[in-house]
């Protein structure tokens, strides 16, 4: 039988995929040149150089909201990720475009963030606010780039630029085109915008059943969303209490209901604006993935309401100031200090102010090493 080698799926791809979609056959190259491999595209290269990346693993371990003293069943970075891929390759398939692609930038489009979530972030940014600030977004980029450390012949892991571009294109406050050098009047391509929506997406969905499942509100609360009262017709449920198999329900039926209405909302603007390359997508005014009118603003009050209700909530808080206090002592010990460094961080200085390589250092640990790192810091009884 024939092998199903990389020029065969590069094949497959132009033969089914639509004409907006990336086409590994043609990616734009990656900085480092290298030779293709025999039975993988350009893009699941990417992907695989991405899971395989020490980066990725420690995602394990780090905090989405909550962190793994709290419990087994919330989700971490690395869940949350996984989460995001799954529904990006589902939409992917659904439009025609590269899955392998929208897949590789989901994977890595968390790589940035360092212990503790979000207040790990906050704290890192405050620390580094003379010094060029921090944003996880920009860190993903660097990780994937320059920081991690696995091949003798480049820095990084030498992805496409079509996979970096994607991951420099994910929406923050944050714009990262020039840095990596795109004209920042581009959108991201389709596979970029998939990745972006669909990271919305699954943590509005997820947050949403860990919140639930941590008793931080209640049904009768959430019926002051549309959203949830949409859910309930659907199911036709009209109880006041959830059970475990009745709240994986209502999981479901939202994520369904979100991944509908993005496919159904894309597919009417593809319709509508028909572009025949990748190229066309980009230069659109606005992006074409994404939410119709009715259910963007029943996903912005869902999110209003974790926020409120999740983010901000007690528990949440005091996991978030606790974080800060150990963050904040770790990197000022070490600034002030940077002989306690390891090694590899002390060469770096050569290159990198020594807050960036601290607080490149901070960012790479897990929530665990985090506060081993602390301990070794601050606990006399600790072996260094």
């Known amino acids: 039988m024939a092998l199903f080698n990389r020029e065969r799926i590069e094949q497959n791809e132009a033969n089914t995929l639509a004409p907006y979609a990336s086409l590994s056959k043609s990616h734009r190259g990656r900085c480092y040149p290298q030779a293709e491999s025999a039975y993988r595209s350009a893009f699941q290269r990417d992907r695989d150089r991405i899971i395989h990346s020490a980066a990725f693993r420690r995602l394990e371990y780090k905090t989405q909201v909550f962190v793994n003293d709290e419990g087994d069943y919330y989700r971490t970075?690395?869940?949350?990720?996984?989460?995001?891929?799954?529904?990006?390759?589902?939409?992917?398939?659904?439009?025609?475009?590269?899955?392998?692609?929208?897949?590789?930038?989901?994977?890595?489009?968390?790589?940035?963030?360092?212990?503790?979530?979000?207040?790990?972030?906050?704290?890192?940014?405050?620390?580094?606010?003379?010094?060029?600030?921090?944003?996880?977004?920009?860190?993903?980029?660097?990780?994937?780039?320059?920081?991690?450390?696995?091949?003798?012949?480049?820095?990084?892991?030498?992805?496409?630029?079509?996979?970096?571009?994607?991951?420099?294109?994910?929406?923050?406050?944050?714009?990262?085109?020039?840095?990596a050098g795109i004209d920042p009047r581009l959108r991201g391509s389709l596979e970029a915008q998939i990745a972006n929506a669909t990271d919305e997406l699954a943590y509005n969905a997820h947050d949403l059943d860990d919140g639930l499942n941590a008793g931080l509100f209640t049904t009768d609360e959430l019926n002051q969303l549309e959203i949830w009262r949409v859910l309930c017709d659907r199911l036709g449920w009209k109880g006041s209490t959830l059970d475990e198999t009745t709240r994986h329900t209502f999981i479901r039926e939202l994520v369904g209901l979100v991944v509908d209405d993005v496919l159904q909302t894309t597919a009417a603007r593809l319709e509508q604006v028909n572009p025949q390359s990748v190229l066309q997508v980009q230069e659109q005014p606005g992006n074409l993935v994404g939410y119709s009118p009715e259910v963007g603003a029943m996903s912005k009050d869902l999110k209003r309401f974790l926020y409120e209700n999740m983010y901000y909530s007690f528990r949440v808080v005091r996991m978030k100031k606790r974080a800060e206090r150990f963050l904040e002592q770790i990197f000022t010990t070490l600034v002030a200090d940077p002989r306690q460094l390891p090694k590899e961080c002390q060469q770096d200085l050569k290159d990198h102010s020594l807050h960036r390589v601290v607080a490149d250092y901070i960012a790479s640990m897990t929530d665990r090493s985090a506060l081993i790192e602390y301990r070794r810091l601050f606990d006399p009884l600790m072996r260094p």
């Open 77 to 179: 970075r690395l869940t949350h990720t996984l989460e995001v891929a799954q529904i990006g390759r589902t939409i992917a398939r659904a439009l025609g475009v590269n899955e392998d692609l929208v897949e590789a930038i989901c994977l890595a489009h968390d790589l940035g963030h360092p212990p503790f979530g979000h207040a790990g972030e906050e704290t890192l940014n405050v620390l580094l606010k003379d010094h060029g600030g921090y944003n996880h977004n920009h860190q993903s980029y660097r990780v994937v780039t320059e920081l991690e450390r696995r091949y003798a012949d480049f820095p990084g892991l030498n992805l496409t630029r079509d996979t970096l571009y994607g991951i420099a294109k994910h929406e923050t406050d944050y714009n990262l085109s020039a840095a």
